[in-house]
């Protein structure tokens, strides 16, 4: 049972232009939301969050939505540049959840071409 | 600068070997996390730690148990490695808030023949 969903497994975006990637959750639990970034034989690091209280969080070119009627967030990146091709995952908490354990989306593999 | 490490980036084993994947963090952290990550299925917790000497079960533990004697260390064991099990295995730490960034190892590729 896959909580947490990214339906795209790939995205393929021209430099300078829009990335949004998109994850859809089902646990009405989740109250807050994170993006972390993943390259080839790196582990992941963390990108941008944002709980539940609000609908928008920005940081630089980074702005993550969250539609929680619709339990669906989004991370929009302006301008892309190639630098950003890279394995973002999305990721939840429930609230009341013990030590921040996280439930993860399946990665979307963003390439960016110059 | 934070730093989670791993004690090795690729290994081979074979099925019904016992294996030790090792885990140090610097940073002091309370917590402690291994994940496998696999095509298609993102990252799957299989157990975590939120102090030295005590574990909780993940989402897919079976097959696997954890020991944690330090606060800077936790090791995941598969007591008897099976083809099933070959996948990256990340490691993760963070403070003990709930809300605190989880900080990744670089992982290691576990292949069982």
């Known amino acids: 049972d896959q909580q947490v969903k990214q339906n795209s497994p790939s995205l393929s975006v021209q430099e300078g232009r829009i990335s949004i990637l998109n994850c859809d959750y089902t646990?009405?639990?989740?109250?807050?939301f994170l993006w972390y970034k993943k390259y080839p034989a790196e582990g992941p690091t963390f990108l941008i969050s944002?709980?539940?209280?609000?609908d928008k969080n920005e940081d630089g070119r980074f702005t993550v939505f969250l539609n929680k009627s619709a339990k669906h967030l989004s991370l929009h990146i302006v301008p892309s540049q190639p630098g950003d091709s890279a394995v973002y995952f999305c990721?939840?908490?429930?609230?009341?959840?013990?030590?921040?354990?996280?439930?993860f989306g399946q990665g979307t593999i963003l390439t960016v071409h110059p | 600068d934070v730093k989670v490490t791993q004690s090795s980036r690729y290994l081979v084993k074979r099925t019904g070997e016992k294996v030790f994947l090792e885990c140090v963090q610097d940073?002091?952290?309370?917590?402690m996390f291994w994940y496998r990550q696999d095509p298609g299925l993102g990252l799957r917790l299989i157990y975590f730690?939120?102090?030295?000497?005590?574990?909780e079960k993940g989402d897919i533990p079976e097959g696997y148990s954890v020991s944690r004697e330090k606060k800077e260390r936790f090791s995941l064991i598969l007591e008897s490695a099976s083809t099933n099990q070959t996948s990256m295995y990340l490691c993760?730490?963070?403070?003990?808030?709930?809300?605190?960034?989880?900080?990744f190892g670089p992982g290691t590729r576990l292949t069982v023949l």
């Open positions: 990721a939840a908490r429930a609230g009341g959840t013990s030590y921040g354990k996280l439930t």
């Open positions: 940073m002091d952290h309370e917590n």
């Open positions: 993760a730490s963070s403070l003990q808030g709930s809300t605190d960034t989880q900080y």
């Open positions: 646990n009405s639990m989740f109250d807050y």
């Open positions: 730690s939120y102090d030295v000497k005590m574990k």
């Open positions: 944002i709980s539940s209280i609000k």
